[in-house]
């Protein structure tokens, strides 16, 4: 299996546009997570699915920030407008229907704006 | 809700000594705690984890330490090689499938050879 696949890798806008990070999970796992890493408040939970269900959504920062996952293998996290202090890390993490288990990384989304 | 501590922030060894990290967590019920090693510029990997119900766990090198009752958990690295150098993030579960986790802010290992 290929891990968990984010795109794109980099991304740089400016204040005000929209923006769409993409996930795909490691296939047959049934949680996806999204996290965003910041030096300031290290790594944060900002919402998780259970088979395609939004979970919790509560680290969610503000209405500008919206999830999907519309099938098992398909997830996207929309940022609208964009602002500067989105600036960070964002990570996409899935893990199996088992109880106290690992949760696997993709490789990040590195996000600038300007 | 719950919040995780951890401590140091960064933490200096050289080549062949042991390295602790410490961490403490605000909800009882939290059942699950695994820790992530992050090298630079890459993503979080599972090290070691432990459930509420063991005391102890081992890995090699690697052990962690669970006090249900202070509600405190360490990281103990022994014998550490530069290859350990990362920042370690500890972690606890705050719902019940132990799926949801919320992060300590790291710690950052650095081991001189």
């Known amino acids: 299996d290929a891990g968990v696949i984010q795109s794109p890798r980099h991304e740089v806008t400016e204040m005000g546009q929209e923006v769409t990070l993409r996930c795909k999970p490691i296939?047959?796992?049934?949680?996806l997570f999204w996290y965003r890493q910041t030096m300031m408040r290290g790594l944060e939970l900002l919402i998780y699915?259970?088979?395609?269900?939004?979970?919790?959504d509560s680290g969610m920062p503000e209405d500008r920030f919206s999830a999907k996952m519309p099938n098992a293998s398909f997830s996207t996290l929309k940022i609208q407008p964009s602002e500067p202090r989105d600036s960070a890390v964002y990570f996409c993490?899935?893990?199996?229907?088992?109880?106290?288990?690992?949760?696997?990384f993709g490789p990040g989304t590195r996000l600038t704006v300007t | 809700g719950e919040n995780v501590e951890q401590h140091p922030s960064t933490l200096s060894v050289q080549e062949g000594d042991s390295a602790v990290i410490k961490c403490t967590y605000s909800?009882?019920?939290?059942?699950?705690f695994p820790w992530y090693k992050q090298e630079l510029g890459k993503r979080p990997q599972l090290i070691i984890d432990?459930?509420?119900?063991?005391g102890e766990k081992k890995d090699q090198r690697i052990a962690v330490t669970l006090n249900k009752t202070a509600k405190h958990f360490s990281l103990h690295i022994t014998e550490t090689q530069p290859e350990d150098s990362a920042v370690y993030f500890c972690?606890?579960?705050?719902?019940?499938?132990?799926?949801?986790?919320?992060f300590g802010k790291g710690t950052t290992l650095s081991v001189s050879s």
């Open positions: 972690a606890a579960s705050w719902d019940q499938a132990g799926t949801a986790l919320i």
């Open positions: 909800d009882s019920a939290s059942n699950y």
């Open positions: 296939s047959g796992h049934d949680y």
């Open positions: 432990i459930r509420s119900n063991v």
């Open positions: 993490a899935s893990s199996p229907q088992v109880p106290h288990t690992e949760q696997y």
């Open positions: 699915f259970n088979n395609n269900v939004p979970i919790d």
